[in-house]
């Protein structure tokens, strides 16, 4: 089985930083993009940013200059670096991986159970 999840949440002020982890387990047998979504109270789950497998990233417009992403292929890892956060940052941020569990096998899309930013004005 495959699990995608999430930490580093929490609650900050406006203007903060808060950097976000994901950790992709199970039968892997490789990752192709991984990214970050959002979804706040009463709103669509909206794309944060993506990057490939070979560390090309995609931002929403809402999060350039002020967010980036990495990731660490070998231990399956991905992160979003959040600074000069604004109160409309504050949603459920969700990990997001397309992945193979085996050579031969289809690629297949896995969502995080998410974790909860909250930033406070």
């Known amino acids: 089985q495959v699990q995608l999840v999430e930490s580093g949440g929490g609650l900050v002020q406006a203007g903060g930083s808060l950097r976000l982890s994901c950790a992709a387990s199970g039968s892997i047998f490789s990752i192709n993009i991984m990214g970050w979504y959002r979804q706040a109270p009463g709103k669509e789950r909206e794309l944060v940013a993506t990057?490939?497998?070979?560390?090309?990233?995609n931002f929403a417009d809402s999060v350039k200059g002020r967010f980036t992403i990495s990731r660490d292929n070998a231990k399956n890892l991905v992160y979003l670096q959040m600074n000069s956060l604004k109160p409309e940052d504050t949603a459920v941020y969700y990990c997001?991986?397309?992945?193979?569990?085996?050579?031969?096998?289809?690629?297949?899309?896995?969502w995080g159970k998410g974790t909860l930013v909250t930033v406070s004005s």
């Open positions: 997001n991986a397309d992945l193979q569990v085996g050579r031969y096998s289809r690629w297949m899309n896995y």
């Open positions: 990057i490939t497998r070979s560390g090309s990233p």
